[in-house]
């Protein structure tokens, strides 16, 4: 298919493609009717934008005219990388459970599973955690894939039987020397973090394994890698997120919210310090989250799915372009 | 020579790596949903020939190689040196026996080859797809088959020895696929 040499007008996707997509979302909302969550709105252009260090934002700017002649551009805000912080405001107000199908965009490359604009389904559970989620994740694969029940695994185990090392408890120097043997690297390993490294082995030894016969949630991911999940309260090693793996692809990341606004600030501001060292843009941190997590959320889990790769498994393709009507190259 | 982002990758791009000029075959983005991305990338190392994956941290810069394609004829050899002239411009270049390699027993005179320079010195040498040779030993065949059962060894006047039908012999001119080593078809009087 993204052989097919088509001109420039015509949508990428085939007509089939366009229907399948339309019947996907009125499955999906008639998934979460029937479990009675409310489905939501939230700005997609915000003053505030993501601070994590690995995702960058697309700015929306004014351009100059008559009542605007300072600059070319004027900054107008950030587009958002994903509508977590909105949807948690909500939360915090007493909106209950929520979903929210979205378009979210991120400065990242095309590529076959990539595409800088795409379609996010978020999804929050109220008096959830990530086990209880984890469950209705499987029911909600199984409602939109027809697929087997998932299999479930900690990131511990499956480190083990993949590849026998303990992540949790390597030294950093263990890793360095896994990496460079596996000669995976252009360059040598002891230029990256743990966790890059930790990453790398993931995506490249053990995520092409993972969910082919039925999907599988792999849960306790490391606390180094924690990002808005909390950190396990029996095994503080241990985050309470989890990811979701179909056909060797991830497609879901859920976590046990973090609830706690001093240490949610803490982690902005460590992201921006991050940020400042490698000359990427610091980014506001939302206040207005900040306030509402000190005004209280409630026990909540909830879970991101890219809705174009859930698009690509259920009509088996191989590249995103293929299930997009205008992959970013044609928008 | 230039240094290329990996946001630059693609097929054809020829970058360095280990001191030695590659061909980039596929790039591939990789990014978690939290962390570093990546650019996975197919490649092959001109001069060994080997096939390999590396991984690139996205946005890392890298040397690109100053190699370059070029079709020039093949001379002929001193026994150490390949020469090979451009038909335009009647330059002439040597290529040694390691760049040659394997391809030595596919060269013939006049041929247009695909010579591959690296900073002007040639590492790889292509030749044709096809190319005709003369039969110079082969068992002479039974009568009758035509079919081209199974075939017999047939040794060409370049020491290159190929599978051939029964029916060819001795002294003739045959068409050889240089990329499978196999025969085509009789040469075209």
Redesign the interface.
């Known amino acids: 298919m993204a052989n097919k040499v088509l001109p420039a007008w015509h949508p990428q996707a085939d007509i089939e493609t366009l229907h399948a997509r339309a019947h996907l979302l009125h499955s999906i909302r008639a998934f979460f009717a029937a479990r009675s969550v409310l489905e939501v709105e939230t700005p997609v252009l915000s003053a505030h934008g993501t601070t ?1 260090p ?2 960058e934002s697309f700015c929306a700017a004014k351009p100059r005219s008559a009542h605007n002649s300072q600059a070319e551009f004027t900054h107008a805000g950030y587009l958002q990388t994903s509508p977590e912080f909105p949807m948690k405001r909500l939360l915090c107000a007493g909106s209950g459970c929520i979903y929210q199908i979205c378009k979210v965009f991120r400065q ?5 599973r ?1 595409n800088p604009e795409f379609t996010l389904l978020e999804w929050y559970r109220v008096g959830f955690d990530h086990h209880d989620l984890m469950q209705e994740v499987d029911a909600f694969l199984q409602h939109t894939l027809a697929c087997k029940p998932a299999q479930t695994i900690s990131y511990q185990a499956l480190f083990e039987q993949i590849m026998q090392i303990d992540p949790l408890s390597i030294t950093h120097e263990q890793l360095v020397n896994h990496v460079d043997t596996l ?5 040598t390993a002891d ?3 743990h ?2 490294l930790l ?2 082995l ?3 030894v053990i995520e092409p394994n993972l969910g082919h016969d039925r999907p599988l949630l792999v849960h306790s991911f490391p606390a180094s ?1 924690s ?1 808005l999940a909390r950190i396990n309260a029996d095994d503080p090693r241990t985050a309470d997120r989890f ?1 979701a793996y179909v056909a060797g692809m ?1 497609l879901a ?1 859920g976590f046990y919210e973090l609830a706690d606004a001093p240490e949610q600030r803490q982690r902005f501001e460590s992201d921006n310090r991050v940020r400042a060292r490698a000359g990427q843009p610091e980014i506001p941190q939302d206040e207005h989250l900040l306030d509402a997590l000190a005004h209280g959320l409630p026990d909540c889990a909830g879970v ?1 799915l890219g809705l174009d790769r859930l698009l690509m498994l259920k009509m088996q393709r191989a590249d995103i372009q293929d299930v997009l009507a205008f992959p970013f190259q044609r928008a | 020579m230039a240094n290329f982002s990996t ?1 630059e990758f693609k097929a054809g791009l020829k970058i360095m ?1 280990d001191g030695e000029p590659c061909n980039i075959l596929e790039n ?11 650019n ?2 197919r490649i092959r190392k001109l001069i060994s020939g080997k096939v ?7 946005g ?1 810069s ?1 040397e690109g190689a100053d190699v370059l394609d070029t079709e020039l004829a093949y001379l002929y050899t001193d026994g150490e040196f390949y020469h090979f002239m451009n038909n335009e411009t009647f330059e002439q270049i040597a290529a040694d026996e390691k760049a040659v390699g394997d391809n030595v027993k596919w060269l013939v005179e006049n041929d247009l080859c695909t010579i591959t320079l690296w900073n002007g010195t040639p590492i790889t040498v292509t030749p044709p797809n096809f190319v005709e040779l003369e039969i110079v030993e082969t068992d002479p065949g039974l009568k009758g088959d035509t079919a081209g059962t199974g075939g017999k060894p047939a040794t060409l006047s370049t020491g290159a020895v190929v599978r051939v039908p029964l029916f060819v012999q001795t002294g003739e001119v045959i068409k050889v696929d240089t990329r499978s080593g196999e025969y085509a078809s009789r040469a075209q009087k």
Do not use: C, M, W
Not at chain 2, 28 to 38: D, I, L, S
Not at chain 2, 52 to 58: H, I, Q
């Open positions: 994590d690995y995702i990242e490359q095309s590529g076959r990539h000669g995976i690297l252009a360059g230029e990256f973090s966790d890059d990453n790398l993931f995506s490249h890698q990002a990811e991830e990341n991101a | 946001n790596l591939e983005y990789v990014k978690p949903g939290k962390g570093q991305a990546f996975r990338v390999l994956e590396k991984t690139f941290r996205s890392e890298v």
